[in-house]
DNA sequence: CATGAATGAGTATTCATTCAT
DNA sequence: AATGAATGAATACTCATTCAT
């Protein structure tokens, strides 16, 4: 039966198993993690490990939520920032932090997005789907002009998606032949064309 | 040992080998895919895959080999035709042949690429890289006037791999916002924005 | 992973299997015994098995070892005795000895030898090869006038390995023509001809 | 339907799928080897090996009778040559060659005799026991003196199955600490002591 | 006669999960 | 609460044997 941890040390033991979790994730890869790897690495008992979650897939769901949840608490206190910004430089910077965030420990999440199956099917990426449409909404709401665009939800849809796989697949290169800079650069670059280029078509079609 | 097959039984029974590695992924997932599965879906018994395939990897090697030849033969004979197209219509054009081939066979292919674990890691996409470059290369040599980009090697690759992740995004979703005419259509833009716009710095740099 | 027996319970599992696996091959032969057959035997899971084994040669290992260990622990108490006998009654005795733990627990070990591959293979009989050597040495201390024999290094190894294997095989017989007292009793009358006879040669040599 | 072969091309292929059973023997082992192994090495198909042999037990039964047979006629015509000579040359002489038939063919035959499983148990060793009787009954009856010895067959008995094992033995080892002259010469010093000590024990009763 | 393709019962091994202590 | 011992269903893979061609 699973508990909800009430205690200090139950929260802890909590926590550690979730990052064994990603710990391991990393060194087996996620055909190779078991729970006893887990456990092992969260210096617990297996028995211990389920006395906090019913069964492995829940760990991974822990996991998974542990990783939503920090994409969104890093967006969430830029946002104030980005959405003041020109379209350049805040796409620059999200990208930028997005790959702190993604390198963090040893890039732990990198290495989790990278087995991470499945990736299309999530319907549960909502909550960074929720985050990164409001990011959207508003900047559009602090640059008024842009409000114009009728093709808004198709770019930032294709901006967005692009530019996460983009960035999770040149960071997995072994040899990358571009630095992470241009990538940033070019994809800052790709949504300033857009919008302009966007601009100016609504300013023809009138 | 591994058998070559050399009768025309054999043949047949190789190919219904991978052919029903492709459904069995699509049926059961890639963590739910045993060899039994796949020699059941194939009506043989497990020895027999076992005959032509040391392993259960390399059934699934074979499904990628397949599934990389298939794109290659896709873009290939259209090469000369994208080439002559304006660049929006190109990437419309390529993008609908992708989708024809994602979906083809009950989307055995979309639901291969949506389960391929490690799409990130694996270097050897590199036939597709090639053809793609390929089709780049000859598509600069048919429009002159492109060649005048630095960019070039950036924007493709965001383009071409923020383009294919977005179309297996977009078809896997269960409720997508948007049809696949509006991604498509996004894309194309995105092109010939990006396109117009880095023209115009370089014309302003001069 | 294999892990170290820690709590009581344990150990006597161990012990079990290893238990298990002599009455197996007592049973099926070596070919025929299959590590669920130990376990069954054994009167525990197959998985338990491999929480204390590798895999089966490691059970087979502890069998070996164990078989070690008891023919050393037969002989080394032993010596003291044996040293000061006249060399005929020491051989006797030393085979009846052995023949007693070769029938013990329903012949047990006589079935692992007798089925034992590879046993003239084996470089690692070695702790039995030095128990006897030393049985041999001390026996030439105490019995000073056998150090002139010039051939002892070889007439050693004969009378052990022979002793060893005539002993086996007789035992082994389902319609022996001789009793097993013949058998030790010829041993014997050898090992104390070879004695006299090498003695008379090297006065003759004089 | 296993079939007698009655061709010369028939005799001919069952041949080589006994000199292929020593090869693979040799090679992988004698729980490696298969019967595809067998086949292949015969440059046979698998199922022809089924053409002459009902399963694979009697190809190793072939195998089997075929050591059999050249032991005894590796013996027979030696036979009245040794029964001439004087007991320790003739123990030399038969050691000798028995060493030869063994590492004939790259030591087939003793890495066979080293695989065998079960040698002890065997009681079908009888054609060559047979032969060896025969040998020391003829020996006997061109030495009468000898004819007095009331141990002769515990004699013979541990004299042939030690030193056949003695020879197995040390031919097998790795480093062996002694060269095969030193081992036959004391084997056969050690058959020469036995007949001088025994018949003087004779004489002593009398 | 010869073959190699097909077979499936059988084997070693793994691992998520349970439960007695 | 914590643990580690026990479990057994499930899996990849093997190989002697059969049989259609």
């Given at each position: 039966m699973t508990r909800k941890p009430q205690q200090q040390r139950a929260k802890a033991t909590v926590d550690a198993i979730v990052q064994a979790g990603f710990l391991c994730l990393a060194k087996h890869g996620i055909e190779g993690t078991t729970t006893r790897h887990i456990a092992d690495e969260a210096g617990i008992g297996v028995g211990s490990l389920y006395e906090y979650f019913a069964n492995k897939q829940e760990v991974m769901d822990a996991m998974y939520q542990m990783v939503v949840a920090d994409v969104v608490s890093m967006i969430q206190p830029l946002t104030p920032r980005l959405v003041k910004m020109e379209i350049h430089e805040a796409v620059r910077t999200l990208l930028y932090e997005f790959r702190e965030l993604l390198m963090r420990d040893d890039a732990r999440y990198l290495k989790y997005a990278s087995q991470a199956v499945n990736v299309a099917q999530r319907d549960n990426l909502e909550p960074i789907n929720k985050i990164l449409n409001d990011l959207v909404v508003q900047y559009v709401m602090h640059h008024p002009?842009?409000?114009?665009?009728?093709?808004l939800p198709v770019m930032s849809y294709i901006i967005i998606n692009g530019g996460i796989f983009s960035v999770i697949r040149h960071l997995g290169?072994?040899?990358?032949?571009?630095t992470f800079d241009q990538l940033a650069g070019g994809l800052a670059d790709m949504a300033k064309h857009v919008m302009d280029g966007e601009m100016r078509k609504v300013d023809n079609e009138q």
């Amino acid at each position: 039966m699973t508990r909800k941890p009430q205690q200090q040390r139950a929260k802890a033991t909590v926590d550690a198993i979730v990052q064994a979790g990603f710990l391991c994730l990393a060194k087996h890869g996620i055909e190779g993690t078991t729970t006893r790897h887990i456990a092992d690495e969260a210096g617990i008992g297996v028995g211990s490990l389920y006395e906090y979650f019913a069964n492995k897939q829940e760990v991974m769901d822990a996991m998974y939520q542990m990783v939503v949840a920090d994409v969104v608490s890093m967006i969430q206190p830029l946002t104030p920032r980005l959405v003041k910004m020109e379209i350049h430089e805040a796409v620059r910077t999200l990208l930028y932090e997005f790959r702190e965030l993604l390198m963090r420990d040893d890039a732990r999440y990198l290495k989790y997005a990278s087995q991470a199956v499945n990736v299309a099917q999530r319907d549960n990426l909502e909550p960074i789907n929720k985050i990164l449409n409001d990011l959207v909404v508003q900047y559009v709401m602090h640059h008024p002009e842009v409000m114009r665009l009728r093709n808004l939800p198709v770019m930032s849809y294709i901006i967005i998606n692009g530019g996460i796989f983009s960035v999770i697949r040149h960071l997995g290169e072994s040899a990358p032949m571009l630095t992470f800079d241009q990538l940033a650069g070019g994809l800052a670059d790709m949504a300033k064309h857009v919008m302009d280029g966007e601009m100016r078509k609504v300013d023809n079609e009138q």
